[in-house]
C-alpha cells in the first residue's frame, strides 16, 4: 500500500481561462522543488500519484501519494525532471488544473487551482464539479 505524501486544498478558480495544454496537470516551481525534496529520501519511489476520494462535506477530495511505478491506466505528467501520476478516475476533474506548493508561518500543502468545480467546503478540502 502507498503511503500519503502531504495535506492537499483545493481552490477553485473562477476567473483563470483553461488553456490548451499536452499535460492534464501543470505543476508550479514551488510544486516541483516540493516533490523533488520529498522523493529524496524516497529512491524506490518515481513519482506521486494524484487520485480523488468520495470523502468531506462537498463531495471529493484530492489525494497524494508516493508511486513506485505508473499504474496501466494512469496519465503520467512528467515536468522538470518529476514526474506525476494521475489516476483515472481523477482525469477529467484536473483538466487545466494547476497544480502549487504554498508555504507560510502556520501551514504548508499542495494547492489545486482547478478551474473546473462548482463549490468547495469551507476548509478547503473537499470541492464538486
Known sequence: MASSVVRATVRAVSKRRIQAT?????????????????LKDKPDHVGVKVGVRTRGCNGLSYTLEYSKSKGDSDEEVVQD????????????????????YVEDKLSSEFVFNNPNIKGTCGCGESFNI
Open 81 to 100: 525532471g518529476v514526474r506525476v501520476f494521475i489516476e483515472k478516475k481523477a482525469q477529467l476533474t484536473l483538466l487545466g488544473t494547476e497544480m502549487d
Open 22 to 38: 499536452r499535460a492534464a496537470l501543470t505543476l508550479t516551481p514551488s510544486a516541483v522543488q516540493k516533490i523533488k525534496e520529498l
